[in-house]
């Protein structure tokens, strides 16, 4: 099986003055259709390794590559399109557009991939809604739903662009147990009915027991 | 590829939904612009009316044969006083005569001349306005009213009759106002006036000529040019004086010289009037658009205040946008548009603004005795203004919103995402 997602030596350090090594070697792959999680305590690195994962953080050395292309070293605006076109990033805390309704918030990222006319965006963005059995909030503002509800908000925006790869920074983490649960759920059947690859970052044991593989972080060095 | 629809929506929700700052920096924009529309079409309403006043009623070159002394004196014409000094008393005026030299042939010459745009003739004289014993001292020009009504704006200073009146009286005059009161007179009436050498001619009063100028009104009035030769007892081509207007008054100095020399008269042209003329101007400008810049930048700095208030607010935003695909150019456009968007309405609106004070200052009474003809303030309605405010309006918005922009273009998603 081929890789989505590769890295090759990665390494992160904060601060000039005195530096602090997050990441070391971290040296990766996530196979096509695979559900990786990724564990490890608070401050271990999780967040800032997903945060170079998803072509956002470019200050970082080693090699990242996308479906065995290169990422490292690309302009900003061409890993903007990457962004927009390949991957799906779902937040923490439910970041969305407050003041555009649910299914505008759904249709921005098709809206700058600009490859469907807006009606067709507009049926794809009703449909995974639907799916995600928040269909009926569609006209809602952003800003006026629960946690839960913009929770999943986010995973519809994430999926619009059918991108390769979905990337959770604790997605589940502020959801009570019957949400996180049908979170959990949602994901694991795009991965079985799409063959979408996901990388999830989670603190739930027993959520990671139950994703294909999972990958520990410990003082920002990957550990067996 | 760069997705406007997307970004003007973006750019849209977020003016609407902060509809105050929108709001409020719209006016800024709209009060800038209308004070600069007010402002210039006012200053540069005065400056046409004071270039009326005084250069319209000067011609562009003036005619004339001045009398002077020879420059060549007799003694040059011996060579064994070529090495002295000579000093010669009490040099009399060359004898020489008032009347232009072949007056009617210049004046064809000068009809066929295309930097002209007309020449006028004119027959000054001296004389006397009798009422009883009393004898006021006056000019009397004689003028070929139609053409001269062309040249200058005379009809402007004629408060009562027309110039139609005088054309079609033989021996009308156009009475100055200061006499006309003096002598008690008014249209109809009839005035007697004698020439220096004692010759008597009655008048008819058929119009009152007020130039607001009180040394002029108190001795100036104008009759036909046949009517003033007849007095003068002088011949149809007895003209004293050639008033020329340029189609270019920059030419003026140049033309000058030319007719002085080709013609054998003097020639005066009005640039030293001009010149003087164009300081005040210049000043006038100056502070009008000194004042409208200070309003602009004023205005600018309240842009500048809420779009970066705006960034602020919206720093999630910004890292959500980026984090699904929107480049830093595309959210610096997403705060340019709404920028565009407050300087178009505010500019759009201060010109309405501008123009709606505009007329109320139009509209103002203004009375003075300097100019008959005025009643109102005078305003410009000059549309290169209106285009100039606009483009001020977009430059200075731009300008306000452009560091804000980039700030927002700049910003770390991951800074923001992690903050949280
Ligand atoms: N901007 C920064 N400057 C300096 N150090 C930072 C910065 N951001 C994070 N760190 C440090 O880097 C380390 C890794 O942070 P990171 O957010 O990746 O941890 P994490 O594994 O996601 O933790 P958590 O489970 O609490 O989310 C931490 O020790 C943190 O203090
Ligand atoms: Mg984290």
Redesign the pocket.
Known sequence: MSLILETKNINKY??KAKP?H?LKDISMGIKQGEFASIM??????????LYILSTMDTDYTGELFLQDELVTGKSQPELSHIRNEKIGFIFQFHYLLPEFSVLENVMLPAKKLGLKTPEEIREEAMDLLKKLNIGHLDSQKASKISGGEKQRVAVARALINEPILLIGD?PTGNLDSYNSENLFQILKTLKDDKGLSLLM?T?DEDLAKRTDRTIY?ED?RIID | MRSWKVILEIARTHLFTKLKSTVTASIGVTFGIAAYITLVSFMTGLNSMLDDLILNQVPHIHLYNEIKPSENQPISLYNEFEDAIPIIHSIKPRQNQRKIHNALPILNDLEKNKNVKGASPQLQAQIFYLSGTIELGGNLTGVDIMKESKLSNIQDYITQGSILDLKNTQNGILLGSGIAEKMSLSIGRKIMVSTAQGDRFQLKVVGIYQSGIAEIDNIQSFANLKTVQRILGEAENYITDINIKLNDITQAPALAKVLERKYNVSAKDINEINAQFETGTNVRNLITYAVSITLLIVAGFGIYNIQNMLIYEKMNDIAILKAIGFSGIDVQFIFLSQAAFIGISGGILGLILGLGLTNFIDNVPFETEALPTITTYPVNYNPANYIIGFFFALLSTFIAAYFPSKKAKNIDPV?II?GN
């Open positions: 904060f601060g602090f997050v490890g305590k608070s401050g271990s690195g999780k967040s800032t390794l604790e970052v603190h972080l920002g | 800074q992690r």
